[in-house]
């Protein structure tokens, strides 16, 4: 079992920067590949950026390449969502999750079925 908890979020001009955090406790944090999705008011919940388990590889949805960057730590339990030139369409509802199976991820890692644990979520909201 493992708990995370998102923070960092919140209300940020057009061209800002957030950094959201997200704290894992209970199994070995190194064992899981991190993810962080959004979901957008009346949207599906829809995949951001990913991370391996030790940091090596990072995948980005098109729509965030080159404004984020997604980091981990693991001798802190934590993985970081740096956000820059945020944009008022980047406002939704932030999760981060995780995912132990290794098998595939290189081709499914922006499926959110393929997570096994979710955070409880922090508001990002970006005023144009």
């Known amino acids: 079992q493992v708990q995370l908890v998102e923070s960092g979020g919140g209300l940020v001009q057009a061209g800002g920067s957030l950094r959201l955090s997200c704290a894992a406790s209970?199994?070995?944090?190194?064992?899981?590949?991190m993810g962080w999705f959004r979901q957008a008011p009346g949207k599906e919940r829809e995949f951001v950026v990913a991370?391996?388990?030790?940091?090596?590889?990072?995948y980005y949805a098109d729509s965030v390449k080159g404004r984020f960057t997604i980091s981990r730590d693991n001798a802190k339990n934590t993985v970081y969502l740096q956000m820059n030139s945020l944009k008022p369409e980047d406002t939704a509802v932030y999760y981060c999750a995780a995912r132990a199976r290794r098998a595939d991820f290189y081709m499914n890692y922006g499926t959110a079925r393929e997570y096994d644990y979710w955070g409880q979520g922090t508001q990002v909201t970006v005023s144009s």
């Open positions: 991370i391996s388990w030790s940091g090596g590889n990072t």
């Open positions: 209970g199994r070995t944090f190194s064992s899981y590949a």
